[in-house]
């Protein structure tokens, strides 16, 4: 029943886990293959349009998101755990109004604005592609609100998971059908498809949230004393964390592929959207995003219940380690074979896009610091550090202007913003170790980890010339190297190898040095 037993207990966990993991295998084969189809029915022109529409739209539902989601990410367990049934349809009802809201005024503003849009990307053929994805802005942004803030948040990951395996897989169809038939498509064909895709899963979605606030209607309260966050914490936090999405919208990928498309033209921007989408596939199968759904409303709980911020950071720097893990051999691929693995996803016309690929990949792993970094902040409500810092990153926009109009490449475009991540991150955690929380990520473990995997990639360049690899033998040696690495370097602390042991004890025996007994 939704409404009995302890919706964010164990037993609920492994239930919600399986059934998040589950869904998410489903769609991420069906999104990836998805990505590599448009790659090949697109003209690189009309995939560089394509790109851009679509920046343009994950630029609208960034703006019109202002904080609501983690207001509801930080209050929706708490309401689920101690509220009576009522009242947590009273607070999914106001947070649905507002949100949603937000999302059709921003499709409406693309929708019949896109004119203007096009005019300032320097691209005036595009309006019409940019207006339907005004449309699909609107009808995506109920499906994720209903998908992840909603039911991911409820702890109903197998209806979330349900429903985007219904967009993943139309998209994956629609395009999969043009490929097997030989027809190369519009980038307004593209968009039409992401709007039907868009339009499958929200309908889903809407269904499956009604069914649970049905369940929910009668839920008791349970016995206890229990405040509700006042309205004041909670503006503070929304305001907090929408200024910090703007300014962290400053330099991330969406107004970078503007910016490319405006001064380099569409070949560039696809190039870099290609690659931007692909590092970010990579980021979203990742157990930082991959399990983010269930894990953050779990260690939310856990200091809430607790107040213990060092706990907090030892199950913290697990999850930021496991994906570190699994990311380092994917980046060593496109360090050694970045050509082959590029014409592979996208076909030959991407071929030279294998740097551009292993720099955004290198970058990946301060995005996923900076999701470990945003939660921590957040959980201890400590979100004006989040914008404070953010201010600084208003200067990389203008520094990628200058950068691009003087003669600068993609290169060096992803360097720069590598290098401002790496001080926004590292500014945030001395900030925090000041104020009293001791943010830890036993460091050592992953120089250890970097350091084991840089000499592989310098092995497997250096023997180039040498060795000739295939598709499979790279790839088998890749994962070998990530393997022998991890286990060599054995990542873990002491104190994560007694936390893991409880779960595992061969698996902290072979990932610490000095596991507990």
Same mark, same amino acid.
């Given at each position: 029943?939704?409404?009995?037993?302890?919706?964010?207990?164990?037993?609920?966990?492994?239930?919600? *886990?399986?059934?998040?993991?589950?869904?998410?295998?489903?769609?991420?084969?069906?999104?990836?293959?998805?990505?590599?189809?448009?790659?090949? &029915?697109?003209?690189?022109?009309?995939?560089?349009?394509?790109?851009?529409?679509?920046?343009?739209?994950?630029?609208?539902?960034?703006?019109?998101?202002?904080? $609501?989601?983690? =207001?509801?990410?930080?209050?929706?367990?708490?309401?689920?755990?101690?509220?009576?049934?009522?009242?947590?349809?009273?607070?999914?009802?106001?947070?649905?109004?507002?949100?949603?809201?937000?999302?059709?005024?921003?499709?409406?503003?693309?929708?019949?604005?896109? !004119? #203007?849009?096009?005019?300032?990307?320097?691209?005036?053929?595009?309006?019409?592609?940019?207006?339907?994805?005004?449309? &699909?802005? *609107?009808?995506?942004?109920?499906?994720?609100?209903?998908?992840?803030?909603?039911?991911?948040?409820?702890?109903?990951?197998?209806?979330?998971?349900?429903?985007?395996? &219904?967009?993943?897989?139309?998209?994956?169809?629609?395009?999969?059908? +043009?490929?097997?038939?030989?027809?190369?498509?519009?980038?307004?064909?593209?968009?039409?498809?992401?709007?039907?895709?868009?339009?499958?899963?929200?309908?889903?979605?809407?269904?499956?949230?009604?069914? !649970?606030?049905?369940? $929910?209607?009668?839920?008791?309260?349970?016995?206890? @004393?229990?405040?509700?966050?006042?309205?004041? #914490?909670?503006?503070?936090?929304?305001?907090?964390?929408?200024?910090?999405? $703007?300014?962290?919208?400053?330099?991330?990928?969406?107004?970078?592929?503007?910016?490319?498309?405006?001064?380099?033209?569409? +070949?560039?921007?696809?190039?870099?959207?290609?690659?931007?989408?692909?590092? @970010?596939?990579?980021?979203?199968?990742?157990?930082? +995003?991959?399990?983010?759904?269930?894990?953050?409303?779990?260690?939310?709980?856990?200091?809430?219940?607790?107040? @213990?911020?060092?706990?907090?950071?030892?199950? =913290?720097?697990?999850?930021?380690?496991?994906?570190?893990?699994?990311?380092?051999? %994917? =980046?060593?691929?496109?360090?050694?074979?970045?050509?082959?693995?590029?014409?592979?996803?996208?076909? !030959?016309?991407?071929? !030279?896009?294998?740097?551009?690929?292993?720099?955004?990949?290198?970058?990946?792993?301060?995005?996923?610091?900076?999701?470990? =970094?945003?939660?921590?902040?957040?959980?201890?409500?400590?979100? +004006?550090?989040?914008?404070?810092?953010?201010?600084?990153?208003?200067?990389?926009?203008?520094?990628?202007?200058?950068?691009?109009?003087?003669?600068?490449?993609?290169?060096?475009?992803?360097?720069?913003?590598?290098?401002?991540?790496?001080?926004?991150?590292?500014?945030?955690?001395?900030?925090?170790?000041?104020?009293?929380?001791?943010?830890?990520?036993?460091?050592?473990?992953?120089?250890?980890?970097?350091?084991?995997?840089?000499?592989?990639?310098?092995?497997?360049?250096?023997?180039?010339?040498?060795?000739?690899?295939?598709?499979?033998?790279? %790839?088998?040696?890749?994962?070998?190297?990530?393997?022998?690495?991890?286990?060599?370097?054995?990542?873990?602390?002491?104190?994560?190898?007694?936390? %893991?042991?409880?779960?595992?004890?061969?698996?902290?025996? $072979?990932?610490?040095?000095?596991?507990?007994?």
């Amino acid at each position: 029943m939704s409404g009995s037993g302890n919706p964010y207990g164990a037993a609920a966990l492994r239930g919600s *886990a399986l059934a998040y993991l589950s869904g998410r295998a489903v769609s991420a084969l069906l999104t990836f293959s998805a990505f590599a189809l448009a790659a090949r &029915v697109l003209p690189l022109e009309a995939y560089g349009t394509y790109m851009a529409a679509l920046a343009a739209m994950e630029t609208g539902l960034a703006l019109s998101t202002p904080g $609501l989601d983690w =207001v509801a990410a930080r209050i929706l367990p708490e309401y689920r755990l101690h509220a009576a049934g009522r009242t947590i349809l009273g607070i999914i009802c106001r947070l649905a109004g507002m949100q949603m809201a937000f999302y059709a005024c921003a499709g409406a503003v693309l929708f019949f604005h896109a !004119e #203007q849009v096009a005019a300032l990307l320097r691209m005036e053929a595009a309006a019409p592609v940019l207006s339907l994805a005004g449309a &699909v802005l *609107a009808v995506e942004g109920f499906g994720r609100f209903y998908r992840e803030q909603m039911l991911g948040t409820l702890m109903r990951q197998g209806a979330a998971q349900a429903a985007q395996v &219904v967009r993943s897989g139309t998209l994956a169809a629609l395009l999969g059908s +043009d490929w097997f038939a030989g027809r190369e498509i519009t980038a307004l064909d593209a968009v039409r498809y992401e709007l039907m895709a868009s339009c499958g899963s929200t309908g889903l979605g809407a269904v499956l949230l009604l069914r !649970e606030m049905w369940s $929910l209607r009668y839920r008791v309260a349970p016995s206890g @004393d229990w405040t509700p966050p006042r309205r004041k #914490q909670l503006l503070k936090l929304a305001v907090n964390t929408y200024i910090s999405y $703007l300014l962290a919208f400053a330099y991330g990928s969406q107004m970078l592929t503007l910016i490319v498309a405006r001064i380099l033209g569409a +070949d560039a921007a696809a190039v870099f959207g290609f690659s931007t989408n692909f590092s @970010d596939q990579v980021r979203r199968y990742l157990p930082t +995003d991959l399990l983010r759904s269930v894990i953050q409303p779990t260690l939310i709980a856990f200091f809430s219940r607790r107040r @213990d911020f060092g706990g907090f950071m030892l199950r =913290v720097g697990i999850w930021f380690k496991s994906s570190m893990i699994l990311l380092m051999p %994917v =980046v060593v691929y496109f360090i050694a074979f970045g050509g082959m693995g590029a014409m592979l996803l996208g076909g !030959e016309r991407f071929r !030279e896009a294998g740097p551009v690929i292993a720099l955004m990949l290198v970058g990946t792993a301060l995005t996923i610091l900076r999701r470990v =970094v945003e939660l921590s902040c957040n959980v201890v409500l400590a979100t +004006d550090l989040y914008v404070r810092w953010g201010f600084w990153l208003l200067a990389v926009p203008v520094m990628a202007v200058f950068l691009l109009t003087s003669g600068g490449r993609l290169t060096e475009l992803i360097v720069l913003v590598i290098g401002a991540e790496a001080f926004f991150n590292f500014g945030i955690i001395l900030a925090l170790r000041r104020r009293g929380y001791p943010f830890r990520l036993a460091w050592g473990g992953l120089l250890r980890l970097a350091a084991w995997y840089g000499m592989g990639a310098g092995a497997l360049v250096w023997s180039g010339p040498l060795v000739r690899f295939d598709m499979p033998t790279s %790839v088998a040696v890749c994962l070998l190297l990530g393997a022998v690495g991890t286990l060599v370097a054995k990542p873990l602390s002491a104190a994560e190898a007694a936390l %893991v042991s409880d779960w595992s004890p061969r698996g902290a025996r $072979l990932l610490s040095r000095t596991p507990a007994a």
